[in-house]
Antibody, heavy 120, light 110 residues
Framework: QVQLQESGPGLVKPSETLSLTCTVS????????WSWFRQPPRKGLEWIGY????????KYSPSLNSRVTISVDSSRNLLSLRLTSVTAADTAFYFC?????????????WGQGTLVSVSS | QSGLTQAPSTSGTPGQRITISCSGS????????VSWYQQVPGTAPRLLIY???LRPSGVPDRFSGSKSGTSASLAISGLQSEDETDYIC???????????FGGGTKLAVL
């Protein structure tokens, strides 16, 4: 059974770069699209972007496009997220998830999420 | 960016059938598939419905989805106490080029 696990620093200083990884276990990245989402405490979900397992196709939310990079390392079954120049508004639970075909629909497996706080 | 619109809360009694609505526009629900997620606060969303009306394996057939025009609905029949949590709709938006989410509807089972 495929499982996803996010990991990374729980605290990032303002203006610095947030870096998270999502480890895929029980399966591989192959033939799926992989997305990152975030959810500020007690607020709604926000899609950050996606990448195809081969790394050949990526799409980011226009509101975050200038600051975000999503990458994959298939040899290590890893998905990564980098978000630069963070502010308090980037404080949120960050989730990774997979979908077979990217239509924005049907993300069937999610990681448990990791809370990242932006504070000095 | 504006999201999809859901009522903040709803309630039902055990055994009852309830529906949760999600309102959007022609650029999202009106032209794309809708997903529904169940989320216990502080945990990851769980996929309940995809492609507007399909259930992943393991989701009880008490849960069903539909849409009409620019609105979608999640129906839960035979309401159980374990259904008391948050329900969130989602759809791709062709104009904004993002996955849009609703704000979530908190279901209370009285």
């Amino acid at each position: 059974q495929v499982q996803l696990q996010e990991s990374g620093p729980g605290l990032v200083k303002p203006s610095e770069t947030l870096s998270l990884t999502c480890t895929v276990s029980g399966g591989s990245l192959d033939k799926y699209y992989w997305s990152w989402f975030r959810q500020p405490p007690r607020k709604g979900l926000e899609w950050i972007g996606y990448i195809y397992y081969s790394g050949t196709t990526k799409k980011y939310s226009p509101s975050l496009n200038s600051r975000v990079t999503i990458s994959v390392d298939s040899s290590r079954n890893l998905l990564s997220l980098r978000l630069t120049s963070v502010t308090a508004a980037d404080t949120a639970f960050y989730f990774c998830a997979r979908v077979e075909y990217f239509t924005g629909d049907g993300f069937d497996i999610w990681g448990q999420g990791t809370l990242v706080s932006v504070s000095s | 960016q504006s999201g999809l619109t859901q009522a903040p809360s709803t309630s039902g009694t055990p055994g009852q059938r309830i529906t949760i609505s999600c309102s959007g526009s022609t650029s999202n629900i009106g032209s794309n598939a809708v997903s529904w997620y169940q989320q216990v606060p502080g945990t990851a969303p769980r996929l309940l419905i995809y492609s507007t009306n399909l259930r992943p394996s393991g989701v009880p057939d008490r849960f069903s989805g539909s849409k009409s025009g620019t609105s979608a609905s999640l129906a839960i029949s035979g309401l159980q106490s374990e259904d008391e949590t948050d329900y969130i709709c989602a759809a791709w938006d062709d104009s904004l080029n993002v996955v849009l989410f609703g704000g979530g509807t908190k279901l209370a089972v009285l």
